[in-house]
């Protein structure tokens, strides 16, 4: 009986340990620095990136419609996210990120996108809706993006 209680110690401190492991962390909504979002800008294709350079960023506020210069990243602290729709033909599109979370083996970015539903009044002209968001860089871990239904 002694023998079990002396096993069963480190047996369950090994279980504790390798859960810990594999626990993810979800961010709350609040921690996420969303930098733009707009119905407008030149991505015509829908795109998901990950940029950790001030020229990778300047070439997405170069294609975004906004007159503020790219903000400054710490890029050992962050890395920055675009979500872009695409090109539509109306109004009533918008793309924004729902959840981000950390893994043992990948950042996953969780995003919805919403359209217009049959009946809405919507502007009559071309769209390109994107959400950029700062989240905490992860050099080793891939970034993996998943659309969320409603």
Known sequence: MRL?????VPLLATMISLQSCNTVKTIPMED????????YSQFTETQNLVV?????LQSIYD????KEASPQINWNKNQVVLLAMGQRNTGG?????DKVVYGKSEILV???TKGPKPGD??????????????IANKKDLPVVFKEVNE
Request: hydrophobic share 50%.
């Open 4 to 8: 079990l209680s002396l096993l069963a």
């Open 32 to 39: 996420i620095e969303v930098l733009s979002e707009s119905h």
């Open 52 to 56: 950790k350079s001030d020229a990778g």
């Open 63 to 66: 294609r975004i419609a906004t």
């Open 93 to 97: 599109y918008s793309i924004a990120v």
């Open 110 to 112: 969780y995003y919805k």
């Open 121 to 134: 009044m919507v502007t009559q002209a071309l769209t390109a809706p994107y959400a950029l968001f700062t």
